[in-house]
Nanobody
Framework: QVQLVESGGGLVQAGGSLRLSCAAS????????MGWFRRAPGKAREFVSG????????YYADSVKGRFIISRDNAKNTVYLQMNSLKPEDTAVYYC?????????????????WGQGTQVTVSS
């Protein structure tokens, strides 16, 4: 059974950067699209970014477009989220998820394997 483990979260000042990693164990990410989601306090989980199996198709939520960069290293079975110019409203628990197939999408129902999440806190 594949497991996903996120890392790289923490406390950062507004305008700063963090790089999240999502590593898989017990299975492969190579043939699957991957996504990053987040849940802020008192809010529903929302799509942040997604990448297809090859890295050739990438999507971003409008709220992070131009600031966040998703990437993957299939040789390392790892997906990354580089977060720049962070804002207090980016504060949330960030989750990575593996899709059911190769195509990327923003709907959470497309993903069937989820990590435990990593906390990102941006202070003003």
């Amino acid at each position: 059974q594949v497991q996903l483990v996120e890392s790289g979260g923490g406390l950062v000042q507004a305008g700063g950067s963090l790089r999240l990693s999502c590593a898989a164990s017990g299975g492969t990410l190579n043939s699957y699209a991957m996504g990053w989601f987040r849940r802020a306090p008192g809010k529903a989980r929302e799509f942040v970014s997604g990448i297809n199996w090859s890295g050739g198709s990438i999507y971003y939520a409008d709220s992070v477009k131009g600031r966040f960069i998703i990437s993957r290293d299939n040789a390392k079975n790892t997906v990354y989220l580089q977060m720049n110019s962070l804002k207090p409203e980016d504060t949330a628990v960030y989750y990575c998820a593996r899709a059911r197939g190769q195509s990327v999408g923003w709907l959470s129902g497309l993903y069937d394997v989820w990590g435990q999440g990593t906390q990102v806190t941006v202070s003003s």
